[in-house]
């Protein structure tokens, strides 16, 4: 790709977020080029959300720069994926949610059997929406306020009565959350949870969106759905009753620092590894704990997918320029990991020297 191209696409990419990407620079590569990795095989796992597959690549360069063998991604939900993982059937996760999958990520074994440090991707938001013309119209600004039927009966579509929820994937995560709160809000009188095929059920909400209809939906940041109806233009985000999440985060209070309470906390995605492969892999380890990616450049190339730029080849293109925007940075991250298994070696080294001379002794 020449350097001209790759600043088109980055342009398109931060225009179709409203973000400002910095500028494409080529600076040289890091001056140390050591294969810590090499011979070792990575096996990455990623969920059935397409839109993951950016920052899985993202960090499948970073370890096929360092020499390892990186295989094609696997498709997993986030439970078995864990259990893949902390059972070395797999070797990382680029999008770990935490807090949201605490209960998953302790299934499978917590930090005896996963390793996971630093952020990956910060601030992501989850929540409920409706269209801001039905939100305004009818003063609707929380989510308990669909127990009264005249309310719920306005995001009905099925002519049942009942509001109708784009909801959330079964295995995510977020849907025990919606189910849990249903209960909590005493909702299921006049809510219907819709589940399925996400990608699906959200293009049908956005299409009544579109013919003017009223629109309730569970949706998250980073993800090209905001880019189409946008918070705080199209549509605005109701609070909850009060807090209410079920698991070992029964008692977490969800309320965000400007006051909101959306039901979710903010969670931060991480990158989730094997905890042995991490030990044995110093190199690995650092790379998951320093690499970072805003949560803008994700919405941003997941709203080149949803308008059409989602082949395999369109990904590996979008990941490729945002390496090359991002080269002097991307580098750093090589040569801290290229330092830390250096370190390792020398740590040893002198650790082997020791007991010998102990030994000699």
């Given at each position: 790709?020449?350097t001209?191209?790759?600043r088109k696409?980055?342009?398109s990419?931060a225009?179709?977020a409203?973000v400002s990407?910095?500028?494409v620079a080529m600076?040289?590569f890091?001056q140390?080029?050591?294969m810590p990795g090499?011979?070792?095989t990575?096996?990455?796992?990623k969920?059935?959300?397409?839109?993951?597959t950016?920052?899985t690549?993202?960090?499948s360069?970073?370890?096929?720069?360092?020499?390892?063998?990186?295989?094609d991604?696997?498709?997993l939900?986030?439970?078995?994926a864990?259990?893949a993982?902390?059972?070395?059937?797999?070797?990382?996760?680029?999008?770990?949610?935490?807090p949201l999958?605490?209960?998953f990520?302790s299934a499978?074994?917590?930090?005896?059997?996963?390793?996971r440090e630093?952020?990956?991707?910060?601030?992501a938001l989850?929540g409920?929406?409706i269209?801001?013309?039905?939100?305004?119209?009818?003063?609707?600004?929380?989510?308990?306020?669909?127990?009264d039927p005249?309310?719920?009966?306005?995001f009905d579509?099925?002519?049942?009565?009942k509001a109708?929820?784009?909801?959330?994937?079964?295995?995510?995560g977020?849907?025990k959350?919606?189910?849990?709160q249903?209960d909590?809000?005493?909702l299921r009188?006049?809510?219907?949870?819709?589940?399925?095929?996400?990608?699906a059920i959200?293009?049908?909400?956005i299409a009544?969106?579109?013919?003017?209809?009223p629109v309730?939906?569970?949706?998250?940041?980073p993800?090209?759905v905001s880019?189409?109806?946008v918070?705080?233009k199209?549509?605005t985000w109701?609070?909850v009753?009060f807090?209410?999440?079920p698991?070992e985060?029964s008692?977490?209070?969800?309320s965000?620092?400007d006051?909101?309470?959306?039901?979710?906390?903010a969670?931060?995605?991480?990158?989730?590894?094997?905890?042995?492969?991490?030990?044995?892999h110093?190199?690995a380890?650092?790379?998951f704990?320093?690499m970072?990616?805003?949560a803008?450049d994700?919405?941003a190339?997941?709203l080149?997918m949803?308008?059409?730029?989602d082949?395999?080849?369109?990904?590996?293109?979008h990941?490729d320029?945002?390496?090359?925007a991002?080269?002097?940075?991307?580098n750093g991250?090589?040569d801290?990991?290229r330092?830390?298994?250096q370190?390792?070696?020398d740590?040893?080294?002198?650790?082997?020297?020791?007991?010998g001379n102990a030994?000699?002794?």
């Amino acid at each position: 790709m020449t350097t001209a191209t790759t600043r088109k696409t980055l342009l398109s990419l931060a225009a179709a977020a409203g973000v400002s990407l910095s500028a494409v620079a080529m600076p040289a590569f890091a001056q140390d080029q050591s294969m810590p990795g090499e011979g070792v095989t990575v096996i990455p796992l990623k969920s059935s959300i397409a839109e993951e597959t950016f920052q899985t690549l993202l960090v499948s360069k970073a370890l096929e720069e360092l020499g390892y063998d990186v295989e094609d991604i696997k498709e997993l939900e986030y439970p078995a994926a864990y259990v893949a993982i902390a059972n070395g059937d797999g070797t990382f996760m680029a999008d770990s949610w935490d807090p949201l999958h605490a209960d998953f990520f302790s299934a499978a074994g917590g930090t005896d059997k996963l390793y996971r440090e630093g952020v990956y991707s910060p601030g992501a938001l989850q929540g409920y929406l409706i269209d801001k013309k039905t939100a305004e119209e009818h003063d609707i600004t929380n989510l308990g306020q669909l127990k009264d039927p005249e309310i719920a009966k306005l995001f009905d579509t099925d002519g049942d009565g009942k509001a109708d929820l784009t909801g959330c994937t079964p295995g995510w995560g977020c849907e025990k959350v919606i189910e849990h709160q249903l209960d909590a809000f005493e909702l299921r009188d006049t809510v219907t949870h819709n589940q399925g095929s996400y990608s699906a059920i959200i293009a049908d909400t956005i299409a009544r969106f579109k013919e003017g209809e009223p629109v309730l939906y569970y949706t998250w940041t980073p993800y090209w759905v905001s880019g189409v109806m946008v918070p705080g233009k199209d549509v605005t985000w109701l609070n909850v009753p009060f807090s209410s999440l079920p698991g070992e985060r029964s008692d977490v209070d969800t309320s965000l620092p400007d006051g909101s309470n959306y039901g979710f906390e903010a969670n931060d995605q991480k990158i989730a590894a094997n905890k042995q492969f991490a030990e044995d892999h110093p190199d690995a380890a650092k790379l998951f704990e320093i690499m970072q990616v805003s949560a803008n450049d994700i919405s941003a190339e997941n709203l080149l997918m949803q308008q059409g730029q989602d082949s395999d080849e369109d990904i590996e293109r979008h990941a490729d320029a945002w390496i090359k925007a991002h080269q002097e940075l991307w580098n750093g991250w090589l040569d801290e990991a290229r330092a830390a298994a250096q370190d390792s070696a020398d740590a040893g080294s002198t650790g082997e020297v020791e007991e010998g001379n102990a030994s000699a002794g």
